[in-house]
């Protein structure tokens, strides 16, 4: 089975702090997503990264950054929290063979006070 | 980009009851996707359905590409069904990005 955890469930982080948020996957997977959620609003893919090293803008990038240094592991950065950008946050991997079937983390919950 | 889009977008079944929910889509797809959010927010893989039909307990799933929808089937609902389902499909031109519908909301009362 594909596992994909996320280094948090719950995460309250005040405003103008840096977040990291992890996101590990164990099966050797190329591609790997962060989206958010919020009510209304639906899934937004915020990055994605095609392999160690890459990585392309989403839908809303502001305010966020990226890191892939290794295959298994990549990371949302959150340069300056704001209240906005409170929300859930999932992250989610696929093949690059079977590139449209992505697995999903528990996702993150986010909160910007 | 393709538009995707599912009904009902609330749907209220007693334990035990059988349901069907419906995606549509803009564009012809060669993949589609059925997830389920748990109440705890996680996705959970449903069915892979590029075209045909699978079964997985009492879950089922036909996607007819030709005519551009989806269903899935929920029999015999159990209160940890609820949740909401969610349907995508890849945005053929972005890479392996997809594209999802705004999801059903199901609440299953035992």
């Known amino acids: 089975d594909v596992k994909v955890t996320q280094s948090s469930r719950y995460l309250v982080k005040r405003t103008g702090e840096k977040v990291f948020l992890e996101c590990v996957q164990d099966m050797d997977h190329e591609n790997m997503f962060w989206y958010r959620q919020d009510p209304g609003l639906g899934l937004r893919l915020i990055y994605f990264s095609y392999d160690v090293k890459m990585k392309e803008k989403g839908d809303i990038p502001e305010g966020y950054s990226v890191s892939r240094e290794k295959k298994e592991r990549f990371s949302l950065i959150l340069e300056s929290a704001s209240t906005n950008q409170t929300s859930m946050y999932l992250c989610?991997?696929?093949?690059?063979?079977?590139?449209?079937?992505?697995?999903f983390g528990p996702g993150t919950r986010l909160t910007v006070t | 980009g393709i538009q995707v889009e599912q009904s009902p977008p609330d749907l209220i079944l007693q334990e035990g009851a059988n349901s069907t929910l419906r995606c549509n889509f803009s564009?012809?797809?060669?993949?589609l996707q059925w997830f389920h959010q748990n109440p705890w927010g996680q996705l959970i893989n449903l069915f892979y359905i590029p075209s045909g039909t699978k079964q997985n307990g009492r879950l089922s799933a036909t996607t007819v590409a030709t005519e551009r929808y989806s269903l899935l089937y929920i029999s015999s609902s159990q209160t940890t069904d609820s949740g909401v389902y969610f349907c995508a499909v890849p945005e053929e031109t972005s890479g392996s990005r997809l594209t999802f519908g705004e999801g059903t909301q199901l609440t299953v009362n035992p």
């Open positions: 989610a991997s696929s093949l690059q063979a079977r590139r449209y079937e992505q697995y």
């Open positions: 564009d012809s797809v060669n993949n």
